[in-house]
Structure formats: C-alpha cells, structure tokens
C-alpha cells in the first residue's frame, strides 16, 4: 500500500516527537461502529488525536486498532473509557477532501485484546494479545451454521433490495465464525449488541448471540410486512367501497329513488336552525352535521354523531319566556299541599316573591334537611306548582362517578350526558325547577370525586357556562331553581354546604301527624287501595291509635304504610260483597294491626334508683335514651356497656368525677364510692351512641343510684356538663323535646343557654310539658331526684 502524502498541509498528523515501539498498536476511537474481521467498513475521523493516529500509521504503514468507546458523546476519550476488545484493521485507503474531512476504508484482520496503554504520545497506543479465531469442529457449531445460515436467507427473502453481492458473499462463506461476523456487521442491532458479538471468542455463544438478535430482526420484518399487506387490503376494500357506493347512487337517481339519510339530514338542519342555539353550540352543531354528511350510514361513526345531535337539538337552547308568579296562589298551593311547616312555607313565599321581583337575579339553592318521610321532596313539587314550572328528580343517592354529573367524553362507546343535563332534556325547559334528591350520599370512588362536580352547577356565578363532557359545550343552568334535599349536613362538604341556603325541617308532633293522616295519607291511600271515602272512615282516635302504638318515626312514611294495611283490611270485605259504610274505631286497631309495637316504658324503668331519662338526637328525629347505673362491692372501677362512643365514655368519666367532688353536698359518704364498683348501661345496646348531651342524665343516674332517690318517671333530661358543675348547651333541642312528648314525659330539663330554641318547639309540645331550665347540675338533682 502506497501511503498518501500527509506533509501538504501543516496538521496534527506530523512526525511523533519519538519512534513508535514495534510491539504496541496505535488505537483509534470509533463511535457507533464496530469492525469485525474479515469485514470491510469506511471510517470517518475528525478528532484531532485521531486525525494524528491514523496519519502515523498511514505514513509507516502499520495497522491500527480500531475500539469503540462507551459513552458516544464523549470527545475526548480516555484509557478506561474504551472497551478492551477490538479488531486490528489494516488501512486499505486514506482520502482527506477539501472540507477538511478524513474518510479511510479499513479491513478488519484479527481481534484483539488489550492489556495496556503506553504513555507519552498524542494519541492512543495500546500493547495487547492477538486473539485468533477458534477451528469449527463439534456437530454442535455445524447445527448452528445451518441455522444462522437459514436465518439470514430468511432476512434476504423479507428485504428485496437487499444487494446481490452480499447474497452471493453470504452463500460462498463455509466459516461460522465469518457467518456470525459478516451478519452481526449488517445486522439493524445497537453497537453494545455488536461489541457483544465481537468479545463472543467461544463460536458457540457466538453463533448464539448472532441467532438470537436475526430471531427477533425476522419478527420485526414479519409482522412489519403482515401489516404493510394489512393495510393494502383496508385501502382495496375501501376504494371498493366507494366505488359501489357511487354506483348505487347513480342506480338511485335513474331510478328516481333517493337515499332515506338526505331527508333525515335535511330535517336535521332544520331541527338545528328552530333550536334558536347560541352562536358557539350552533358552530358546533353544524360542523358534527358535516361529518355526519360525509360518513357512509354504515360506519360505527355515524351513529355517534347523529346521537350528539339529536341530544343537541332536543336540549332547550332559547331563552324561556317570564311567567308571573301569583304570591296568594303559592300561599295556597303550599298550604293545601302541607300542613304545618309555617316558618318553611314562609321562607318558601319569600324565595317565591323575590324571584318574582328579580327574575334575573342570581337565587340562592335552597336545601332542605331533614329526617326521613318529613315532606322535602313534596315541597320542591309545590314549589314548581307554585312557580308554573315543569318539575323534575335526580337522585344522587349512591352516586360515586364524577360523569354521573359531568357526563362522558364521546370517545367512549355508549357515552351519555350527565344527570344533569338529561333532567333538562327530560324537563324539556331551561327553566325548569330542579329537586337533587339525597345529596348527602354522594360517595366518592375512583373515577373522580361527584361532590366536587357539583361545585360548578351549584354556584350562581359559575353555572351559567357550564360545561357537560359528552356536550362539550356550555350550557346555561343559570335558570334552573336548583332545590337539594338531605338528611344530615355532616357528610355534605363544606365547600358545596357553602353554596346552599340550609332549611331544617324537624320531626312532626303527634297532633301534626293525626292532621296529616286525616288530611292527605287516609286519602291518598283510598285511592291507592280501590276505596271510596263513602265506603269507609276511620276516626280519630283510631288514627292516635296508630300513630302511638304502632309507629315511631319523625316522619309519616310508616303512618302511611299502617294506614294502607288497615285499608287494605276493609278492602277485601269490600270486595267480598260486604255492603254499607265501614267504621274503623280504636278498638278494631289491635284486632287488624296485631299488638301495639311499641309501649311506655318510662314509667318501668324509672322506679328505682340509678334509672334516668335522656334525650337523644338521631338523623331519623328525637328519642329518648335510658341511663342505667347500678353498683357491686369492688374497688372503685368504671365499667361501661351499650355501644357508647368515645364521646359519650368521657361524659360518663366526668359525671362520676364530680359526683365524687361533690360527695359532700350530694351527702353520699366517699368510702361508698372507693368500695363500689360502678356498672352504667345503656339499653338498646346493639345500637351505636354518642355525643356529650346525655351528660346530665348520667350525672342524674350516678347520683340516684349512690343516695339511693328515685328519679321522677315523668321527667327527662338533655345537656352537657363540666367538672365545674356547669350545665353547657346542646343542639337538637326541638327533636328532643318533640320526642319526650310522645313518648309521654311531663317534664324536660334542659340548659338554661337553650332558651334560645324555645319558639322553635311547636304550641302543641310547649302547651304538653313543664320546661325547667339549669344552669348547674345542683338544680337538675333538685328538679329530678324524689326526696
């Protein structure tokens, strides 16, 4: 080889500064390429040291080791940079171009491995082991050429502009070794993949590593051509397609018979220009219309659209017309439909004669909470009577999927608007009265939190652009009169109990519920069973009979159903042919409805010592909670039972604490309470308890118990203490006291800072009880305990 002048132009390739030692290679860096033996690759150099190496070894034509470096990106690489396995190369030509540029054709002749760096040069030189290529014997290394061999034949079959110069190389080459090498060098495969193959000396692993990289390169092309035929076949079968598609229109209109979707289109524009849509819907709408004209009928999509716009078509875009509202006629309304609730029917009028002043204004959301079977969800359809508008129910009971409100994106199949937005659809108007049923149980699961969603349809400043996901659009529910109803406030979030006007209703009386019963259940269950009201009465009496001895509930839901099976008595005698009017009295009670269900048991419970009446607030209204304390010989220990709540264990824990610092004023002698184990229960046990308002009541029992005084059977008690003695306010007082009514108590203790909830309580209940107020715990063991 002749070598080329390097000395033309001044560069780093001049003379090393000393002789080169006859047994160390000069090394050259390469990055991205690895050479095998016996193989012919072009490099390109452009490092200085390099660019030096490479001229030195082209000027005393000696051969070069060519290594690639680990990290690519490195310009400069060092010693223990590099790998220590690569291939001496003899240089088979060297061109410079007039760039600058340095491009050499190298022929890989022998692996080699380096042992050591020799310093002092300004470019790498290396001393090392020739590494010669191990003889194929063994049936193991010839199974292995015929299936590499195979392989590669394969590769030749799945790429058709593969060379034929390299076909013919490949099926002329009968070493393995050389087969591993010449396919790992044209192998699509990273260069640590190849430097593998390269350290791979046992032809085994060699020919393994080869074996394994062509495998997964044959998959590759296998699947790549599937594919390629794949789509060739979709694009026939569509070009078909329109081609039979055209042919039958064509067919059509020499027939004169049109395709049935342009009428459908046609109404559909119509329905889309009367929709009186804003200007963003409309774009909208009109731009789903023009795919829809541009997808075949048959195609999965087309039935999509053509759903968003019957949706969007049928929602009530335009501006609902003003309706007056009749403030007498409401009055009536509210009164015919309810009995009692005077401060709710009230607040109700006002809601009403605001709106009617300000039908623009931005209404607050009521929300009605109460317990079970108290009216709420009948209140919001009197409300819609009252205003003239259409009424309609979603019920949030259980729901835990934030697209229950929202809706789902269209990309899903089978999506839907939310509750939302198909209570309008259903209501067919923008203005429509809206009850959102259970509020407090909404739940929240994996796909979102719903109350969150709720945020944005329940605030006047947001809702009017509210955005469904399967609309996409924003739609108005700025004159919608959201109504919400729920039975306790805790389990609502604060951020959504903030943008609602609470409204409690309590529970009713037992004069209440009689005039109830009269005045629309005994009516509406006639009709219910068939009935006329000339063929059966029942009277008054009969009626307390079943409010007292069979229900107990804050609401009428159980009235109603005990009204029914009375009914449904007399019913069949009816319908057996009995003739003549039917007196339902008192005493026919038992006899169709069995024995009562429930007694009073104040009277039993309270006639020894250690017995005390409660009162307790539960999310279905009032009731009343016995407190029993008795003793056994012990040493001082504490033992509670009945279910109670953390709570309520440290109210018991105060109560007898103080007891014990007012030993002397209660004239209880100390050396009773150290040896007496103290046992208090709470009956009911398999109910849970809580809450500190029984405080009195156990303060009361202890103090029974450990002087021996009965507590008066006609009296119950409710509020919270302190180790001062003091007797703290509680809340839940007209359930309370509405409870200790019916459940035939003369008397109720209550906290003297409770005045306040006085005109709370109906006339009816503050006419039936004494109400004795405390202020320490001294005037409720005064006012309770018999001498």
């Not at 829809?292 to 875009?317: F, K, N």
Request: proline fraction near 6%.
């Amino acid at each position: 080889m002749t070598p080329p002048d390097v000395n033309s132009e001044s560069s780093p390739g001049g003379a090393a500064a000393k002789p080169l030692p006859s047994d160390a290679f000069i090394v050259v860096p390469v990055r991205n390429t690895v050479l095998f033996p016996e193989v012919v690759l072009p490099i390109t150099v452009g490092r200085a040291a390099s660019v030096a190496a490479v001229q030195q070894a082209v000027r005393e034509q000696r051969q070069i080791v060519l290594v690639l470096q680990r990290d690519p990106e490195n310009n400069q690489p060092g010693p223990d940079e590099l790998y220590r396995l690569g291939t001496i190369a003899n240089i088979l030509r060297y061109v410079t171009t007039p760039e600058g540029g340095h491009h050499l054709v190298c022929q890989g002749v022998q692996r080699f491995r380096i042992d050591s760096f020799v310093d002092g040069y300004p470019f790498l030189l290396a001393r090392g082991l020739h590494i010669a290529e191990p003889a194929p014997t063994g049936a193991e290394i010839e199974a292995r050429f015929m299936v590499l061999r195979d392989q590669v034949r394969q590769v030749f079959e799945l790429l058709p502009q593969a060379p034929p110069e390299l076909r013919q190389t490949v099926e002329a080459t009968t070493s393995p070794g050389l087969l591993a090498d010449l396919a790992a060098t044209y192998l699509d495969s990273t260069p640590p993949e190849k430097q593998e193959v390269l350290e791979a000396i046992d032809l085994v692993v060699r020919l393994d590593k080869v074996s394994k990289l062509l495998a997964h390169r044959l998959e590759v092309l296998r699947l790549s051509a599937e594919i390629g035929k794949q789509t060739k076949a979709s694009l026939d079968t569509r070009q078909r397609e329109a081609l039979l598609r055209e042919q039958m229109a064509a067919i059509q209109r020499e027939l004169g018979e049109e395709g049935t979707n342009k009428q459908e289109l046609a109404d559909l524009e119509k329905a889309i220009d009367a929709a009186k849509m804003p200007a963003e819907v409309e774009t909208a709408a009109r731009k789903e219309l023009r795919r829809l004209q541009r997808t075949p009928e048959a195609a999965s999509e087309y039935g999509m659209i053509r759903t968003y716009l019957d949706i969007l078509v049928e929602l009530p875009w335009a501006s609902p017309e003003q309706k007056d509202i009749d403030i007498a006629e409401a009055r009536r309304i509210l009164d015919a439909d309810h009995f009692g609730l005077e401060k709710i029917k009230q607040r109700i009028i006002e809601y009403l004669a605001v709106r009617k002043l300000a039908p623009e204004g931005k209404a607050p959301i009521l929300c009605f909470v109460g317990p079970p079977g108290v009216g709420k969800t009948s209140l919001g359809q009197s409300i819609a009577r009252a205003m003239g508008r259409k009424f309609v129910r979603v019920s949030l009971g259980g729901v835990h999927d934030e697209a229950e409100i929202r809706g789902h994106r269209r990309t899903y199949v089978g999506a839907m608007p939310g509750n939302i937005i198909q209570g309008i659809r259903k209501a067919g108007a923008r203005d429509c009265v809206m009850m959102l049923d259970e509020i407090d149980k909404m739940g929240s699961g994996v796909h979102g939190d719903p109350a969150a969603a709720m945020l944005e349809v329940l605030d006047p400043e947001q809702n009017s652009t509210f955005r469904d996901n399967y609309l996409d659009v924003p739609f108005d529910l700025s004159r919608v009169v959201f109504i919400t109803t729920a039975n306790m406030l805790e389990t609502i979030p604060g951020p959504l109990r903030d943008r609602m006007e609470i409204i409690a209703l309590s529970s009713y009386t037992a004069g209440e519920k009689l005039q109830i019963a009269k005045r629309y259940l005994v009516r509406r269950q006639l009709e219910a069973n068939g009935l006329k009201p000339e063929q059966v009465e029942i009277d008054d009496e009969a009626l307390r009979r079943v409010i007292e001895n069979y229900t107990r509930e804050a609401g009428v839901r159980n009235l109603e159903r005990e009204i029914g099976r009375v009914l449904r008595h007399i019913a069949v005698e009816v319908a057996e042919g009995a003739v003549g009017p039917k007196h339902v009295d008192a005493a026919q009670i038992e006899k169709i409805l069995g024995a009562p269900r429930f007694e009073n048991e104040v009277a039993m419970r309270s006639t020894v010592p250690g017995v005390a009446t409660g009162l307790a607030w539960t999310p279905v209204g009032g009731d009343i909670l016995f407190i029993e304390a008795t003793r056994t010989p012990g040493n001082g220990k504490l033992l509670l039972t009945g279910q109670l709540g953390e709570v309520m264990r440290e109210s018991v824990q105060a109560a007898l604490s103080l007891v014990k610092s007012m030993a002397a004023t209660l004239k209880i002698d100390p050396a009773l309470l150290d040896k007496s184990d103290i046992h208090v229960h709470v009956p009911a046990g398999a109910t849970p308890k809580d809450g500190p308002s029984a405080g009195v009541a156990m303060f009361v029992a202890l103090t029974s118990l450990m002087t021996g005084r009965t507590v008066r059977s006609d009296t119950a008690m409710t509020g919270e203490i302190s180790l001062r003695g003091l007797v703290l306010p509680v809340g839940g007082i007209k359930e309370k006291v509405v409870a200790a009514a019916g459940a035939g108590i003369k008397r109720v203790l209550l906290p003297a800072r409770n005045r306040r909830d006085y005109d709370d309580i109906p006339e009816e209940v503050r006419k039936s009880l004494e109400f004795v107020w405390l202020e320490r715990v001294d005037d409720a063991v005064a006012q309770a305990l018999q001498d």
